[in-house]
T-cell receptor, first 114, second 116 residues
Framework: NAGVTQTPKFQVLKTGQSMTLQCAQD?????MSWYRQDPGMGLRLIHY???????DQGEVPNGYNVSRSTTEDFPLRLLSAAPSQTSVYFC?????????????FGNGTRLTVT | AQTVTQSQPEMSVQEAETVTLSCTYD???????LFWYKQPPSRQMILVIR??????QNATENRFSVNFQKAAKSFSLKISDSQLGDTAMYFC?????????????FGKGTRLSVIA
């Protein structure tokens, strides 16, 4: 019963490097999303998807790309990392259109960009 | 756009006492869901309680209860008989209803410390 799995748990990047944060869920959830958490800012939505092939921008999408080729996976790509992207990243998923379907969160990835 | 405001960045409470965390929100929607999430030091996000706006009865889950005031757009969380394990960040969140899945909008959080 894995739920939402995020890898890696920790990552350090140099400015300008690229990387992909992985997110996978095994609950057949249509909806998946990425949030970043910064001190004093709460959780802010980066991108989300309501199904395979469909993605949309959230509140803070700049500097991040996503794709949704399968129901299970929703990777987040940083093409050229910047110190402002130092944060904790959470992936979350749920069913679509089901009343009061709660979000299931992964355990987060702590990213540091130097 | 919806906004969620948590006006108390930090709070503390003695073990076994009761504490109330405040949350207000702004929306023009008539039907929506409200949530409280707990984030302990482990970083895991845990759903504590949820409320549907069309339900007038306040939600309760064991020691956790809410005071939902729709007209005032207020959604406070009351923790009774506080325990050391309640020490965590608490986030209030809002989601529109009846439109597929729209994203959760979070407040900035309240850090709660339970003191022995």
């Amino acid at each position: 019963n894995a739920g939402v799995t995020q890898t890696p748990k920790f990552q350090v990047l140099k400015t300008g490097q690229s990387m992909t944060l992985q997110c996978a869920q095994d609950m057949n959830h249509e909806y998946m999303s990425w949030y970043r958490q910064d001190p004093g800012m709460g959780l802010r939505l980066i991108h989300y998807s309501v199904g395979a092939g469909i993605t949309d921008q959230g509140e803070v999408p700049n500097g991040y790309n996503v794709s949704r080729s399968t129901t299970e996976d929703f990777p987040l790509r940083l093409l050229s990392a910047a110190p402002s992207q130092t944060s904790v990243y959470f992936c979350a998923s749920s069913y679509v259109g089901v009343r009061d379907s709660p979000l299931h969160f992964g355990n987060g990835t702590r990213l540091t960009v130097t | 756009a919806q906004t969620v405001t948590q006006s108390q960045p930090e709070m503390s409470v003695q073990e076994a006492e009761t504490v109330t965390l405040s949350c207000t929100y702004d929306t023009s929607e008539s039907n929506y869901y409200l949530f409280w999430y707990k984030q302990p030091p482990s970083r895991q996000m845990i759903l504590v309680i949820r409320q549907e706006a069309y339900k007038q009865q306040n939600a309760t889950e064991n020691r956790f209860s809410v005071n939902f005031q729709k007209a005032a757009k207020s959604f406070s969380l009351k923790i009774s008989d506080s325990q050391l394990g309640d020490t965590a960040m608490y986030f209030c969140a809002f989601m529109k209803a009846n439109s597929g899945n729209t994203p959760l909008v979070f407040g900035k959080g309240t850090r709660l410390s339970v003191i022995a």
